[in-house]
T-cell receptor, first 113, second 110 residues
Framework: SAVISQKPSRDICQRGTSLTIQCQVD?????MFWYRQQPGQSLTLIAT?????????ESGFVIDKFPISRPNLTFSTLTVSNMSPEDSSIYLC??????????FGDGTRLSIL | GDSVTQMEGPVTLSEEAFLTINCTYT??????LFWYVQYPGEGLQLLLK?????DKGSNKGFEATYRKETTSFHLEKGSVQVSDSAVYFC?????????FGSGTRLSIRP
């Protein structure tokens, strides 16, 4: 299976700022996803990152707050915009489809002051 | 819509005890089912999977059987170790995305 890496691994940010998280896979994959895991909670899907088109967002998540790019089949970014303390979470990217289980990056641990 | 319901935690056991973590699902059709594990401070790792009814997934001494009749995928291990302490997530693949249960925190006492 392809190796997936995320960066930064953690960050502490000021409220009102934005942070872009990068996700790199070492081979081409069809589907990439972004999740949020709030402290002590399960994973919530933010969006599916589509190569060459706009991401598909889940209910409760909007492009203005979480813009996503997917310029090719190995790379995606998630930006958390205009951050507030409620955005403090772990953000994870993954790849996979119905024939292959999801493989996750180690996550980005984000704290907002 | 499709969903996964998991046994509430935390679960605390002594080393070498038998483990069961219950998982039931609601879905149209026959989705692939998964168990993931998250060790402290780490991302999620696939523990095992089953893609059709009566399939048994197994890994590292853990097992789970895809039961269509009871729509269940319970995780079991015969003898747990301290190193099994982690959060366990049951999940299913549905409509081009994966749906997770709420997670069950497992703590093993030496």
């Amino acid at each position: 299976s392809a190796v997936i890496s995320q960066k930064p691994s953690r960050d502490i940010c000021q409220r009102g700022t934005s942070l872009t998280i990068q996700c790199q896979v070492d081979s081409q994959v069809t589907m990439m996803f972004w999740y949020r895991q709030q402290p002590g909670q399960s994973l919530t899907l933010i969006a599916t990152a589509n190569q060459g088109s706009e991401a598909t967002y889940e209910s409760g998540f909007v492009i203005d707050k979480f813009p996503i790019s997917r310029p090719n089949l190995t790379f995606s970014t998630l930006t958390v915009s205009n951050m507030s303390p409620e955005d403090s979470s772990i953000y994870l990217c993954s790849y996979g489809d119905s024939n292959q289980p999801q493989h996750f990056g180690d996550g980005t641990r984000l704290s907002i002051l | 819509g499709d969903s996964v319901t998991q046994m509430e935690g935390p679960v605390t056991l002594s080393e070498e005890a038998f483990l069961t973590i219950n998982c039931t699902y609601t879905a149209t059709g026959y989705p692939s089912l998964f168990w993931y594990v998250q060790y402290p401070g780490e991302g999620l790792q696939l523990l095992l999977k089953a893609t059709k009814a009566d399939d048994k997934g197994s890994n590292k001494g853990f097992e789970a059987t895809y039961r269509k009749e009871t729509t269940s995928f319970h995780l079991e291990k015969g003898s747990v170790q301290v190193s099994d302490s982690a959060v366990y997530f049951c999940a299913l693949w549905s409509a081009s995305k994966i749906i997770f249960g709420s997670g069950t925190r497992l703590s093993i006492r030496p």
